[in-house]
């Protein structure tokens, strides 16, 4: 199969959908692979990387689309990017269609398949390639949180940890998931105060034992959430639904409760976000203030860290692209049920249900 990589084009994207070693073994199981010059410069992987491993150069992002059976990203197609789709390529990436109709309806239209990393499922539930950059945006978003908080990003100026006699900043954070623990352990880590909500008590009890206490857990309803919006200096929402459309947990009267210069994270913002004031952001302006609040809402957070996210990704995105490459998408599929999972669109029709439930959309079985 002739693979093909081309370079992020979604505003400050550095991350690359493969590295060296991906393409070495994609070379070692007989496949070719394109890549658009400068793809990896932002990761710190260059061009030279790249052909030493045994990838062909491309000048041009047309010349990848066009000349290429599959195509591996990271993030959805945007802007150009959809122009290129065709009904025989095979496209591999990221997409959360539930959260933009448009997309969901030019990819139909173009009668390519889409399989999403975000849906392939386990049969424990668990989302092998969602994971990674969900550990990833989970720790960032206390770190970024802490520098929302400043004054000179529009924050009340509240130190996380605190100092001695002054009491650290509340963090409060919605959904217990990977994300959400995540953000938890690096808040803790940082010597806030952290109160996390989730409908699970399996990982509420998680939390409570791994923290020895020190995190306050809480059942997930609206009064909960509304008593600790209140009180929160920084507010997270770790809210995932797979392959839908993340429910607004916290409404636009809880964000007008938050105390003037307060920050709020909402990392669901890809599936249209848990907060019913959040619209997406990039990391070029990644923030804007409503009510008083300071919203960071990009929508692909793990690409500030790019080297890291990079690894992290393809990582788990590799066997799943070996597969499909090595056995086509018919039998690939067809051996492979998580794989299966995450087929979203295929032939111009919708193959996913929370797709089809977020637009009213007929739901098509593969």
């Given at each position: 199969m002739i693979v093909g990589v081309p370079e992020e084009i979604k505003t400050e994207e550095r991350r690359v959908a493969i590295t060296p070693a991906g393409v070495a073994a994609m070379v070692a199981h007989k496949h070719s692979v394109l890549i658009q010059r400068g793809a990896g410069v932002g990761s710190g992987i260059s061009d030279r990387d790249f052909q030493q491993a045994g990838a062909k150069l491309v000048s041009k992002a047309a010349d990848v689309w066009n000349s290429s059976e599959m195509v591996i990203k990271v993030k959805e197609p945007i802007g150009p990017e959809i122009d290129l789709l065709r009904p025989d390529l095979l496209l591999f990436t990221y997409l959360h269609l539930a959260a933009d109709r448009d997309l969901t309806q030019r990819m139909m239209h173009s009668k390519c398949t889409g399989v999403a990393y975000e849906t392939i499922e386990l049969p424990d539930g668990s989302l092998p390639l969602l994971t990674p950059m969900s550990e990833v945006a989970g720790k960032l978003s206390a770190q970024v949180g802490a520098w929302c908080l400043e004054t000179e990003n529009g924050g009340s100026g509240v130190l996380l940890a605190g100092v001695s006699g002054v009491a650290p900043a509340r963090v409060v954070i919605i959904g217990a998931g990977v994300s959400g623990s995540c953000a938890c352990e690096i808040a803790v880590g940082?010597?806030?105060?952290?109160?996390?909500?989730?409908?699970?008590?399996?990982?509420?009890?998680?939390?409570?034992?791994?923290?020895?206490?020190?995190?306050?857990?809480?059942?997930s309803n609206r009064a909960n959430i509304a008593t600790e919006v209140a009180r929160a200096d920084l507010l997270i929402g770790a809210v995932l639904i797979p392959g839908a459309r993340a429910p607004k947990l916290v409404t636009r009267e809880m964000v007008k409760s938050m105390r003037p210069g307060s920050a709020l994270i909402d990392i669901s913002v890809d599936q249209g976000g848990c907060i019913e004031t959040t619209r997406a952001t990039t990391h070029a302006e990644p923030t804007f203030v409503k009510y008083g609040v300071v919203h960071y809402c990009v929508a692909n957070m793990p690409g500030i860290v790019p080297r890291t996210s990079t690894y992290a990704l393809t990582n788990v995105t590799l066997s799943y692209a070996l597969e499909l490459a090595d056995k086509g998408f018919g039998r690939a599929i067809a051996e492979n049920q998580p794989l299966k999972l995450g087929v979203n669109v295929h032939q111009g029709r919708v193959t996913c249900p929370g797709v089809a439930e977020a637009f009213n959309l007929k739901l098509s079985e593969l």
């Open positions: 940082m010597g806030a105060l952290v109160t996390i909500l989730d409908i699970s008590p399996k990982r509420l009890r998680y939390i409570h034992d791994i923290h020895r206490g020190q995190v306050v857990t809480l059942m």
